[in-house]
């Protein structure tokens, strides 16, 4: 079982719509949550952290169910240049360095 | 700042040969580690290193890849011989907490 899993998509949406990607990670122990952005033939970057107690930046808001062993992200108010690939990382154990990405999810947002 | 700094951007070698990937890593950085991203895979840690001591080279695919940290500022990583299934773009990510990747270096083996 792979350690992180996500929805491939894509997912197309209008600009201004709404949308939300979740993604479940297989081991208990996994301690840290982030969301990357990877636009087309470039390098992932960090998009936002996730803590426990759920948090925003923006239009983005990203939460953690540790029980479900899930994180999601929601998109407010979808932009053109939000289209890109999100993947879900996570880190377990002791060794926080050691980073577990999910494939990713395409989001095409459309004028 | 300057990033880290894969080279070469793009690479096409023919099956068999020798290929070398470079990158350096941001200053002060003390984690380093090489991922291989495939349209069918998606992103696979291949090794990282640890003040540049490599902690674990499980994702090393066989014995044909290698990769040394000679230095705080340098690694490679190389693959010989090469085969057309090593087709990929191979980032390089550093890191003093959060990850910093670099640009890649997109392989292609024909």
């Known amino acids: 079982r792979k350690e992180v899993e996500q929805d491939p998509g894509p997912f197309n949406v209008p600009e201004g719509a709404t949308v939300a990607f979740n993604c479940t990670y297989s081991n208990s122990a996994s301690q840290s949550f982030f969301w990357y952005r990877q636009d087309c033939r470039k390098e992932p970057k960090l998009l936002m952290s996730v803590y426990s107690s759920g948090n925003e930046d923006g239009r983005f808001t990203a939460q953690l169910n540790r029980a479900s062993q899930y994180i999601s992200l929601l998109i407010r108010d979808s932009k053109l240049s939000d289209s890109a690939t999100y993947l879900c990382v996570v880190t377990r154990g002791s060794n926080f360095n050691k980073f577990y990405f999910g494939s990713g999810t395409k989001l095409n947002v459309k004028p | 700042d300057a990033g880290v700094i894969q080279s070469p951007r793009h690479e096409v070698t023919e099956m068999g040969q020798e290929v070398t990937l470079r990158c350096k890593p941001i200053?002060?950085?003390?984690?380093l580690f090489w991922y291989r991203q495939t349209m069918m895979r998606g992103l696979e840690l291949l090794i990282y290193?640890?003040?540049?001591?490599?902690?674990?080279d499980s994702g090393m695919p066989e014995d044909r890849f290698s990769a040394k940290m000679p230095n705080a500022s340098f690694s490679t990583l190389k693959i010989q011989p090469s085969e057309p299934r090593d087709s990929a773009v191979y980032f390089c990510?550093?890191?003093?907490?959060?990850?910093?990747f670099g640009s890649g270096t997109r392989l292609t083996v024909v």
């Open positions: 290193f640890n003040n540049n001591v490599p902690i674990d």
């Open positions: 990510a550093s890191s003093l907490g959060g990850y910093t």
């Open positions: 200053s002060g950085h003390n984690s």
